[in-house]
């Protein structure tokens, strides 16, 4: 009978813990578009499921702490196609989940924004690195987890005047987004001292990005194209559109080196990047994806545990309670970056270091010493809180 | 003549001076793939011992013959007979070990294997793996209670210290931390279990009984800011009165009362500092700097650094034999 008793006490223990409760079911949404960007290099061609690949870890890792806090974690993703209306496609999702991250262009982005404004729907841009969506752009429901082009920029500014390579050759491509980043450029060798000796457009004429020629005749447009500058250290290229950049290596008329949109980039993750712990993400991230890491992953995988970060800190899953969570002053996550990454409250922008890397190896990581600032070094990076044109609400 | 009396006056001189009890310390170092042992007599690397790739986690075995180092890129932990300053065995981790502790008879090893989630024991006598824990994301930090009944484990991405039954070999309870927690260490007389957060830049009190977080340790150095403070290694006195924690690349040692919580003086030390040990008499405290490749010598009643010992590249984690 006394045992009887104290297997019927235990029973009703077990059952009060939180084990036995409902579980909190934490629904995460990806909304990115159908279709690749292609790239020169066959090497650097993304993946199918770039990006995403990085969200699934995170889902995984977040589970694995889930469970010892009785939370689940799912992920559903929509893929747009060529046409598709982005704001129908947004509502979607928000219907069956209450957090999505988005790998948007710009203008769709805006769209999916907009059309979620009145939900509690909480956005994550883990993709578009417009500086406008964080500027005269910004939304109150939309967190910036991907860079800027002016952070990335000024990562690259940093580190060409720290190594007193200050005279810029900058090659601009012909395309919208390339121009962008030429203005991010600009900007970051205005305020580090660096000085943009000459600047040429590269124009694209069209054409295929292989053909059974090969690189000869790249042998001998490359050369010519860079001869005549007056006297520079490095050459800058902003070339987002993959036309032309990274023929550049190797093939100017003086020998210099590359940075920008080859050679020497500057970006929010890579695969070579194994400092502060780094070594486990990658090691993970290969062993469930079969391939290597890259920035898009990162950006994602950084998104999906801001969440889990949030949930767990809140015991909530509710969006709203993530969402109040993530806009707090003291609210930090740790991405393998060495030092906590934060929100910067006037356009909820992720502060982050950025790598600098030649396709190999790490090179270096920014801001670079000796760029100081009052409040974090790492608003050295991007527009700092005077300049901003952003008013959310 | 000059010169021979000098020295011989400087030897005599030295000789009063030195410790009366001298230690042997053990530091691995991280980048060169050698462990360093430190003669506290002279305050000198006596021996570099050649070992396997990454070599972090350290420490003596109870028994003080042997020097157990987690040679992470190995995907062991290797066996230093102390005697010979030579690795004799190995023992058979989970991939990538990082930090580990023994219980109280030496006779078995806790693990954490930061690459798949799991704590590994393994029976030190026979060399085996005796069984695995499924823990949190990036489990780092070991400490096991004084009377050896429970286990704490950190996850680094989880988050969490996780309160492990070393009979049942279950988790019995798990307690969120600041973000990226990497060391836990009890006061010895079991009221408190420290856990430094790295990326939170906090170190969490819990009470060990209740299994809760009683208070926090927080840093303020001017000039410095918030980001650079990550406290890692961190030794508590036996009287438990006095706590130090290594501020990562703030470069400095805090001195904390660890009655009240408070910080009351900053060390200034080398670059990057990681871990520490006590020398076993607790006149000392050996701290590793990671990107100065040295080791800093703190005189624990003055709290002062006294010297500063030149190591391997990357010094990481260090052990002292306990006598």
């Given at each position: 009978m006394i045992r009887w008793l104290i297997g019927a006490i235990g029973l009703s223990f077990v059952a009060s813990s939180a084990l036995a409760a409902d579980p909190i079911d934490i629904r995460v949404g990806y909304l990115g578009q159908a279709g690749i960007k292609s790239k020169l290099s066959l090497v650097e061609?993304?993946?199918?499921?770039d990006g995403i690949a990085g969200a699934r870890l995170a889902i995984e890792d977040n589970n694995t702490t889930g469970k010892f806090l009785n939370q689940r974690f799912f992920l559903e993703e929509i893929r747009l196609k060529d046409g598709e209306d982005v704001a129908k496609a947004a509502t979607a999702l928000a219907d069956r989940n209450g957090i999505i991250i988005a790998d948007l262009p710009a203008d769709a982005l805006l769209k999916a924004a907009d059309a979620l404004r009145d939900r509690k729907t909480v956005l994550l841009n883990a993709g578009a690195i417009d500086d406008r969506l964080r500027e005269q752009d910004c939304r109150a429901n939309v967190i910036h987890v991907a860079p800027t082009r002016s952070m990335l920029a000024d990562a690259l500014a940093q580190y060409l005047v720290w190594k007193q390579w200050k005279r810029w050759l900058l090659v601009v491509g012909s395309h919208e987004a390339d121009k962008l980043y030429a203005d991010a450029l600009r900007r970051a060798a205005a305020r580090f001292g660096a000085k943009i000796v000459q600047e040429k457009v590269f124009e694209d004429t069209g054409g295929a990005r292989r053909t059974d020629s090969g690189v000869t005749l790249i042998q001998r447009q490359m050369p010519v194209f860079t001869q005549g500058a007056p006297a520079y250290d490095v050459l800058v290229a902003a070339d987002e559109s993959e036309v032309f950049a990274s023929y550049l290596p190797y093939r100017t008329w003086d020998p210099r080196p590359i940075a920008g949109s080859a050679g020497l980039v500057p970006t929010s993750w890579d695969a070579a990047h194994d400092q502060w712990g780094a070594i486990q993400i990658q090691n993970r991230f290969v062993k469930l994806n079969s391939r290597r890491m890259t920035a898009r992953d990162m950006q994602a995988w950084t998104a999906a545990r801001m969440i889990g970060e949030a949930t767990s800190r809140t015991n909530s899953g509710d969006p709203k309670t993530v969402f109040e969570f993530l806009k707090k002053p003291d609210f930090s996550v740790a991405a393998f970056k060495g030092q906590r990454l934060t929100l910067r409250d006037w356009n909820l922008q992720l502060r982050q270091p950025i790598l600098l890397v030649d396709g190999r190896m790490v090179v270096s990581v920014s801001p670079q010493e000796g760029f100081l600032h009052q409040y974090s070094e790492l608003d050295t990076l991007g527009v700092d809180r005077p300049e901003t044109k952003c008013k959310l609400n | 003549m000059w010169r021979r009396c000098l020295l011989s006056g400087m030897a005599v001189w030295l000789a009063a001076t030195s410790p009366a009890l001298a230690f042997v310390a053990y530091v691995s170092n991280e980048k060169s793939n050698t462990v360093s042992v430190i003669d506290t007599d002279k305050w000198i690397v006596t021996h570099t011992i050649k070992v396997g790739q990454r070599p972090r986690g350290i420490e003596f075995t109870k028994n003080g013959k042997f020097v157990l180092v987690a040679v992470g890129d190995d995907d062991k932990i290797e066996v230093i007979d102390t005697a010979t300053h030579q690795v004799v065995d190995s023992l058979p981790s989970g991939p990538d070990p990082e930090l580990f502790t023994q219980d109280a008879a030496g006779k078995l090893l806790y693990v954490a294997n930061e690459n798949d989630n799991t704590v590994t024991i393994i029976d030190l006598e026979k060399r085996v793996r005796l069984g695995d824990i499924q823990v949190g994301v990036e489990p780092e930090g070991m400490a096991l209670s004084p009377d050896g009944k429970i286990l704490i484990n950190t996850s680094e991405t989880t988050n969490m210290a996780h309160f492990i039954d070393t009979a049942t070999r279950e988790i019995v309870a798990n307690v969120l931390v600041d973000a990226r927690p990497r060391y836990a260490e009890f006061k010895r007389d079991s009221s408190e279990l420290w856990v430094s957060s790295e990326i939170g830049g906090t170190v969490s009190i819990l009470d060990p009984a209740k299994r809760t977080i009683t208070g926090k340790i927080e840093f303020n150095i001017p000039g410095l800011r918030r980001e650079a403070i990550q406290p890692v290694g961190i030794g508590i006195t036996k009287d438990g009165k006095t706590g130090f924690i290594a501020l990562g690349p703030a470069n400095r040692v805090a001195v904390v009362d660890a009655t009240t919580h408070k910080v009351t003086k900053y060390l200034l030390v080398g670059q990057r500092v990681w871990h520490m040990a006590f020398t076993p008499d607790e006149k000392y405290l050996l701290v590793t700097n990671g990107v100065s490749n040295d080791v800093s010598v703190i005189d624990v009643s003055a709290q002062k650094v006294i010297k500063t010992i030149q190591v391997g590249e990357l010094p990481w984690g260090i052990t002292f034999a306990q006598p």
């Amino acid at each position: 009978m006394i045992r009887w008793l104290i297997g019927a006490i235990g029973l009703s223990f077990v059952a009060s813990s939180a084990l036995a409760a409902d579980p909190i079911d934490i629904r995460v949404g990806y909304l990115g578009q159908a279709g690749i960007k292609s790239k020169l290099s066959l090497v650097e061609q993304p993946s199918e499921n770039d990006g995403i690949a990085g969200a699934r870890l995170a889902i995984e890792d977040n589970n694995t702490t889930g469970k010892f806090l009785n939370q689940r974690f799912f992920l559903e993703e929509i893929r747009l196609k060529d046409g598709e209306d982005v704001a129908k496609a947004a509502t979607a999702l928000a219907d069956r989940n209450g957090i999505i991250i988005a790998d948007l262009p710009a203008d769709a982005l805006l769209k999916a924004a907009d059309a979620l404004r009145d939900r509690k729907t909480v956005l994550l841009n883990a993709g578009a690195i417009d500086d406008r969506l964080r500027e005269q752009d910004c939304r109150a429901n939309v967190i910036h987890v991907a860079p800027t082009r002016s952070m990335l920029a000024d990562a690259l500014a940093q580190y060409l005047v720290w190594k007193q390579w200050k005279r810029w050759l900058l090659v601009v491509g012909s395309h919208e987004a390339d121009k962008l980043y030429a203005d991010a450029l600009r900007r970051a060798a205005a305020r580090f001292g660096a000085k943009i000796v000459q600047e040429k457009v590269f124009e694209d004429t069209g054409g295929a990005r292989r053909t059974d020629s090969g690189v000869t005749l790249i042998q001998r447009q490359m050369p010519v194209f860079t001869q005549g500058a007056p006297a520079y250290d490095v050459l800058v290229a902003a070339d987002e559109s993959e036309v032309f950049a990274s023929y550049l290596p190797y093939r100017t008329w003086d020998p210099r080196p590359i940075a920008g949109s080859a050679g020497l980039v500057p970006t929010s993750w890579d695969a070579a990047h194994d400092q502060w712990g780094a070594i486990q993400i990658q090691n993970r991230f290969v062993k469930l994806n079969s391939r290597r890491m890259t920035a898009r992953d990162m950006q994602a995988w950084t998104a999906a545990r801001m969440i889990g970060e949030a949930t767990s800190r809140t015991n909530s899953g509710d969006p709203k309670t993530v969402f109040e969570f993530l806009k707090k002053p003291d609210f930090s996550v740790a991405a393998f970056k060495g030092q906590r990454l934060t929100l910067r409250d006037w356009n909820l922008q992720l502060r982050q270091p950025i790598l600098l890397v030649d396709g190999r190896m790490v090179v270096s990581v920014s801001p670079q010493e000796g760029f100081l600032h009052q409040y974090s070094e790492l608003d050295t990076l991007g527009v700092d809180r005077p300049e901003t044109k952003c008013k959310l609400n | 003549m000059w010169r021979r009396c000098l020295l011989s006056g400087m030897a005599v001189w030295l000789a009063a001076t030195s410790p009366a009890l001298a230690f042997v310390a053990y530091v691995s170092n991280e980048k060169s793939n050698t462990v360093s042992v430190i003669d506290t007599d002279k305050w000198i690397v006596t021996h570099t011992i050649k070992v396997g790739q990454r070599p972090r986690g350290i420490e003596f075995t109870k028994n003080g013959k042997f020097v157990l180092v987690a040679v992470g890129d190995d995907d062991k932990i290797e066996v230093i007979d102390t005697a010979t300053h030579q690795v004799v065995d190995s023992l058979p981790s989970g991939p990538d070990p990082e930090l580990f502790t023994q219980d109280a008879a030496g006779k078995l090893l806790y693990v954490a294997n930061e690459n798949d989630n799991t704590v590994t024991i393994i029976d030190l006598e026979k060399r085996v793996r005796l069984g695995d824990i499924q823990v949190g994301v990036e489990p780092e930090g070991m400490a096991l209670s004084p009377d050896g009944k429970i286990l704490i484990n950190t996850s680094e991405t989880t988050n969490m210290a996780h309160f492990i039954d070393t009979a049942t070999r279950e988790i019995v309870a798990n307690v969120l931390v600041d973000a990226r927690p990497r060391y836990a260490e009890f006061k010895r007389d079991s009221s408190e279990l420290w856990v430094s957060s790295e990326i939170g830049g906090t170190v969490s009190i819990l009470d060990p009984a209740k299994r809760t977080i009683t208070g926090k340790i927080e840093f303020n150095i001017p000039g410095l800011r918030r980001e650079a403070i990550q406290p890692v290694g961190i030794g508590i006195t036996k009287d438990g009165k006095t706590g130090f924690i290594a501020l990562g690349p703030a470069n400095r040692v805090a001195v904390v009362d660890a009655t009240t919580h408070k910080v009351t003086k900053y060390l200034l030390v080398g670059q990057r500092v990681w871990h520490m040990a006590f020398t076993p008499d607790e006149k000392y405290l050996l701290v590793t700097n990671g990107v100065s490749n040295d080791v800093s010598v703190i005189d624990v009643s003055a709290q002062k650094v006294i010297k500063t010992i030149q190591v391997g590249e990357l010094p990481w984690g260090i052990t002292f034999a306990q006598p």
